[in-house]
């Protein structure tokens, strides 16, 4: 039986294509004279946003413009500053990119039917939540549980910390009972340095990289390719199943409880 399930926010229950963060990295480096791809800004997608800084200025591109802009390595200072200007503008995007995504709410609805426990686990901070969870109740979602890295010692994903948080309040000690649904590499890392069922979702992700309206007016051929591709991703990132929609959860669940039953 899976008894819990573990539920990301931007780009998997809310804000489709996981739009806010990536304006607000994109701004906080253009600050500091830096100009940076939206393929950059999405690699890291999922860790603790401040991490997620320090790995944007480590890869080669970004490392080396920031050289010859600055003339010298980043340092704390300048992540710190990076941050700052993020986190001001997330904060006036976040109201904005809170719409919960196709498909969820009825989701949710249908697996709470079944006894289904709800949990959650963010990039975000406790403060970005806040406005998130707000948005999200007044459309009729609400997690019973939610995590934030600064509830754990700032251990962000991949860390399992949050995860693991969420079993202690849950009182889940079976893992295998444990689902974990995201829409980056560091969801799918999370679940599994957590030892439970790690699964990736590609509609709306930030993997797959589509806000809404672009991805409305993409051809079923190219859709196909999007699909492909974000599958083949999330499974070599150890992905022990990975859905086209959030909406084919309960689905997978059910077919996860048969495999199961089998073998036991």
């Not at 986190?87 to 919960?100: C, I």
Request: glycine share 8%; hydrophobic share 40%; with cysteine.
């Amino acid at each position: 039986m899976i008894n819990v399930v573990i539920l990301d926010w931007a780009g998997t229950a809310v804000d489709f294509g996981c739009m806010a963060p990536v304006a607000a990295f994109r701004e906080a480096f253009k600050h500091q004279g830096i100009t940076v791809t939206e393929r950059e800004i999405r690699e890291p997608m999922g860790m603790k946003k401040i991490e997620h800084i320090q790995m944007m200025l480590e890869m080669p591109r970004i490392a080396e413009s920031w050289l010859e802009t600055h003339g010298r390595q980043p340092e704390t200072t300048d992540i710190e500053a990076i941050y700052e200007t993020f986190e001001e503008v997330l904060f006036q995007q976040l109201a904005n990119h809170a719409e919960v995504k196709p498909g969820v709410l009825d989701t949710v609805a249908t697996l709470r039917k079944r006894g289904t426990k709800i949990g959650s686990t963010t990039g975000y901070t406790s403060e970005m939540m806040a406005i998130v969870v707000a948005k999200a109740k007044e459309q009729g979602y609400q997690p019973d549980r939610i995590v934030t890295p600064d509830e754990v010692d700032g251990k962000g994903r991949p860390s399992p910390e949050m995860l693991l948080r969420n079993l202690n309040y849950f009182k889940q000690e079976n893992r295998q009972e444990v689902l974990k649904l995201g829409d980056t590499i560091s969801d799918i890392l999370e679940g599994k340095n957590a030892g439970v069922l790690s699964v990736g979702v590609i509609e709306g992700s930030s993997q797959a990289g589509y806000s809404f309206d672009t991805y409305q007016q993409l051809s079923a051929a190219e859709k196909g390719k999007l699909f492909e591709r974000v599958r083949q991703e999330f499974l070599e990132a150890g992905a022990d199943h990975v859905i086209d929609r959030f909406s084919d959860l309960p689905r997978l669940i059910e077919m996860i409880e048969e495999k199961q039953a089998v073998m036991n």
